[in-house]
């Protein structure tokens, strides 16, 4: 079910959280949902939920509006709020039967949905425990379930692995992973290792509105801009090596780097490229080329450039 987020803004006060945000998601997409403390990220998960109404603009999950038909958006999402708040005396299976009615499982198909939900989340073994009882991954799990239960089309997931420890959040992204080859996703996070390892595609926002928006790799393409080398000549002289690859016409900046002495970082003038340069220069002196690869700019460079000032790209 496709999700298409047109032109909404949300004030709190005088406060602008979204400024005119507007972006699609296909059905079957993954998407990541990036950005520093207080950019947006929750405001625009519960509008798509309809747990608040936007100022301006509409929301449109499947060619339904939020804000003409709530409650047929609303059987289609499942939503896995922030810091997901759960009633912790009630055992697994009584909360997910709770849920499921709640939701408008028809009482026929309870059992099998909670079963399937248990099978599906992984919380076979711990099903019989009160929620208070379980670890947080577990209840991460039964947040999910929680969301599942009513077999959406749709998922909002709000920071769904904060506060796990490491084997947990692995788990729970391959899951996560797993749900999402039969529906939409919609995730966020300020984790960018998460959204690289879990989503096809990732959206950045900043101050309530979009600053990039493409798969990762697109976005560390697009941000690459110039050039960068990274050189190893195998040669005592650092000055002269400095001064040679310096005197390249395709180079604008060289660098040492620290802690290695036979080891540069070359940059180059945009739209050029020096490692042809590079190359024939140290075989034409005779030094020894012991490394010439180009430096690439992660997700965290591209994420920190965009939040920092107020540039923007997009890569599709
Ligand atoms: N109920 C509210 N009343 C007033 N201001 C709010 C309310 N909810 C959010 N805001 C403000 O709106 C802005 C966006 O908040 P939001 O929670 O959407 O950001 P976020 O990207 O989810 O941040 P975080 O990563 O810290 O959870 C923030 O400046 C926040 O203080």
Redesign the pocket.
């Known amino acids: 079910m496709d999700i298409c987020v047109n032109n909404i803004t949300k004030m ?2 005088s ?1 602008k ?1 979204l400024d005119d945000l507007s972006f699609k998601v296909k059905t079957g997409e993954i998407l990541g949902f990036l ?10 998960m519960k509008a798509i939920t309809c747990y608040i109404t936007p100022n301006k603009g509409d929301i449109l999950l499947g060619g339904e509006s939020v804000n003409k038909s709530p409650d047929k958006v609303k059987s289609n999402i499942g939503y896995l709020p ?1 810091n997901n708040p759960l009633y912790l005396d009630m055992p697994i299976m009584d909360y997910l039967t709770f849920i499921g009615e709640l939701q408008g499982v028809s009482k026929a198909h309870i059992p099998s949905q909670v079963k399937k939900m248990v099978q599906i989340c992984g919380l076979d073994a711990e099903k019989h425990k009160k929620i208070g009882e379980l670890s947080k991954g577990y209840r991460q799990r039964v947040g999910l379930a929680q969301a599942l239960i009513h077999d959406p089309e749709v998922l909002i997931l709000d ?1 769904p692995t904060t506060g796990l420890d490491p084997n947990q959040i692995i788990e729970i992204r391959a899951l996560i992973k797993e749900i999402g080859k039969e529906k939409t996703v919609i995730l ?1 996070s ?1 984790i960018l290792a998460e959204v690289e390892a879990t989503c096809d595609r990732v959206l950045i ?1 900043n101050k ?1 509105k979009i600053v990039a928006d493409g798969t990762p790799e697109s976005l560390r393409k697009k941000a690459q801009g110039k050039e960068i080398l990274r050189v190893g000549v195998n040669i005592k002289d650092r000055n002269k090596i400095y001064k040679a690859l310096s005197e390249i016409k395709e180079v604008e900046v060289v660098s040492f780097v620290e802690d290695n002495d036979e080891l540069y970082e070359v940059e180059s003038h945009i739209g050029k490229s020096s490692a042809e340069a590079i190359f024939k220069m140290c075989a034409n002196k005779g030094w020894y080329l012991t490394q010439l690869t180009p430096v690439e700019k992660n997700l965290e460079d591209v994420f920190r450039e965009l939040t920092q000032e107020n540039k923007s790209i997009s890569a599709n």
């Not at 950005?35 to 625009?44: E, I, L, V």
């Open positions: 709190y006060g406060q959280a950005g520093p403390n207080g950019a947006g990220k929750t405001t625009t922030e920071e966020s300020h926002i309530g």
